[in-house]
């Protein structure tokens, strides 16, 4: 499996990754758990070392299945060994949504406040079964959300805490890539993006 460095600063990692959004099981129609575990079996048999997740994945249980097939692979100091890091999000605040609406769907939005992203990322740990994230990138942000201190303040928060390894920001276009440089500039925060 050919490798890449993740960002500027970020760790090395497989080319291709196992996106993990559909094994949550929400907004996808039905899943089937133990397809979902033998997919990502199959993904990190063939070496794949880079598992992308988010909190707001299936409410928390796209990570409560990683954690699973990572504990069956002989757990953390296995997963070390073997290179694999888990990439989680956070910033969809779906903890405090309303119930959801006739098609299922939870009303989802987004919080970059410090002190709710690091309960968020305090959570992926619990759920996910680490001392520290590997990599945590705020959820797909908008400008507007993202030109306050606050989320920088917390991957900052975060990292000196050592409950995070690396920063990142999950962005969707090259112009958001663009838009997270600058922004960066002012915080020296992000290591991937």
């Known amino acids: 499996m050919q490798t890449t460095t993740l960002g500027p600063r970020g760790p090395r990692v497989s080319l291709i990754g196992f996106g993990a959004w559909a094994i949550g099981g929400r907004n996808w129609g039905p899943t089937d758990d133990d397809v979902s575990r033998a997919a990502l079996h199959a993904a990190l048999d063939a070496g794949v070392t880079l598992i992308d997740t988010a909190d707001v994945y ?20 296995a997963r070390q060994r073997a290179g694999i890091l ?22 989802i939005r987004q919080n970059y406040d410090r002190d709710y992203l690091i309960s968020a990322a305090e959570r992926s740990l619990r759920r996910l079964g680490v001392d520290a994230l590997d990599i945590l990138q705020l959820h797909s942000g908008d400008r507007a959300q993202l030109e306050r201190d606050d989320p920088w303040d917390a991957l900052a928060t975060l990292k000196r805490q050592g409950k995070i390894r690396w920063a990142g920001w999950s962005v969707q276009s090259f112009q958001e890539t663009a838009q997270a440089d600058l922004l960066d500039a002012r915080h020296g925060v992000l290591d991937c993006l």
């Open 58 to 77: 299936g409410c928390g249980h796209s990570e409560t299945l990683i954690a699973e097939v990572l504990r069956v692979r002989g757990g953390e100091a």
């Open 86 to 107: 888990v990439a989680s999000k956070a910033g969809n605040d779906f903890y405090h949504a309303a119930a959801a609406d006739d098609r299922g769907y939870d009303p």
